[in-house]
């Protein structure tokens, strides 16, 4: 029997844990042992002194996140087989060693048993980010693994978890590498090349849970006038101008995004007078603008990171919607996502409805879209899916 100090629930709270729930929440907990700090292993006991898993112990509502349901120790064997397994998934779904896709996310915590972690893999380098302290501190054993695991298909290891460990922690991390050095990087999409900037750019660097969506808009684009809005590092807009689209144009309130989107057009489509980006805010630029468009794209950065803000977030949504169905012309396609995992499919939905009645718009349903293959849902973690988007032809 492993050792690891010990949490102890309160009576009749173990089952969830034996619906294989991956978390633990401080109103289920009677005791801990002395001494325990963040990330700490614990082993977690009912209170009739029944082993029921392995896990990181945090500050928070959530006080362990459960690596393991069986007694087992969380040394280098474990990483590595629960990396092995990771990996072996998406090599089935065919999204890793794929040569015209060279990008996939390797890890998807609770979806891939590893809570708190998140890795994505860019042609050679994976990039880590930990969003538990818990994590964090294994950071070094987990490259190694990636490393046993992935041999000479991985070149680097970038840890990118400055901003998502947790404030209270009192943890200061610093981005870097812990493992090899890449400088100067392009990746490939389905065929399509861009920059990857996971050194200064928003998550990981790209957005590659939008993989699959960019791909169907792509059929979309023929002959049409296109707005990416948030457009990041314009993923959306080089799918649209594969697609044949007559004109693109890229808003997001980020500069260097502005920057790398106008790099990736280029890269693509060297010199082609379609595609026209603008750093500004995007309820400003759609306020300004005159403008109608054939198709919308709206895939804003999450409004509701928790439930204290659901309302705020919903009221959000729903502006941002009927500026984009004002802006659209009739017989247009309008893409529209929420990424916040606090806002539940039927909200959206319903934010949606909202602002299409709001703007007098007959809109119908073609599509109800989520996340792609690579970031999997724990079947008994419902929580982890968190993507939603809905395209619609407004009329």
């Not at 292993?41 to 896990?55: I, K, Q």
């Not at 978890?161 to 490939?188: H, Q, R």
């Not at 705020?312 to 017989?331: D, S, T, V």
């Not at 999997?376 to 032809?393: C, M, S």
């Amino acid at each position: 029997m492993i050792n690891y100090p010990k949490v102890v629930l309160k009576k009749d709270k173990e089952n969830s844990i034996k619906r294989f729930h991956p978390w633990i929440f401080s109103g289920a907990v009677a005791r801990v042992d002395e001494g325990l700090e963040e990330g700490d292993l614990v082993s977690v006991y009912s209170n009739d002194d029944e082993f029921l898993a392995v896990g990181h112990i945090a500050i928070g509502s959530i006080v362990v996140r459960i690596l393991s349901f069986e007694p087992v120790e969380i040394n280098k064997d474990f990483w590595v087989e629960r990396l092995a397994s990771a990996c072996r998934v998406r090599r089935e779904i065919a999204l890793l060693g794929i040569e015209n896709n060279n990008v996939c996310r390797l890890v998807h915590g609770e979806g891939d048993s590893l809570p708190g972690l998140i890795v994505d893999f860019y042609a050679g380098t994976a990039v880590i980010q930990a969003h538990s302290v818990g994590m964090y501190l294994h950071r070094a054993e987990i490259a190694e693994a990636l490393k046993e695991v992935l041999g000479d298909e991985l070149i680097a290891v970038y840890d990118k978890s400055e901003g998502t460990i947790p404030f209270k922690s009192g943890i200061e991390p610093t981005n870097g590498y812990l493992l090899g050095e890449i400088k100067d990087f392009t990746a490939i999409e389905n065929g399509l090349k861009f920059k990857v900037d996971w050194l200064e750019g928003q998550k990981t660097g790209f957005f590659i849970d939008q993989r699959e969506n960019r791909s169907l808009l792509e059929r979309y684009s023929k002959g049409r006038s296109v707005l990416n809005m948030f457009c990041y590092t314009g993923g959306f807009s080089f799918y649209a101008m594969r697609g044949g689209a007559n004109l693109v144009h890229s808003v997001d309130s980020s500069a260097r995004a502005i920057e790398v989107t106008n790099e990736n057009v280029e890269l693509n489509f060297p010199g082609d007078k379609r595609h026209e980006a603008f750093a500004t805010d995007a309820f400003k630029y759609l306020d300004d603008s005159d403008q109608k468009y054939d198709l919308i794209v709206l895939d804003p950065p999450a409004f509701a990171k928790h439930k204290k803000v659901l309302s705020n977030a919903l009221k959000g949504y729903k502006r941002l919607n009927l500026k984009g169905f004002q802006a659209i012309k009739k017989g247009g396609i309008m893409f529209t996502f929420s990424c916040s995992q606090a806002v539940s499919k039927e909200d959206f939905r319903k934010a949606v409805f909202v602002a299409a009645a709001n703007a007098g718009r007959r809109v119908r349903i073609l599509h109800q879209l989520n996340q792609p293959a690579d970031h999997p849902v724990n079947i008994f973690h419902p929580e982890g899916d968190y993507l939603k988007g809905l395209v619609l032809y407004v009329e």
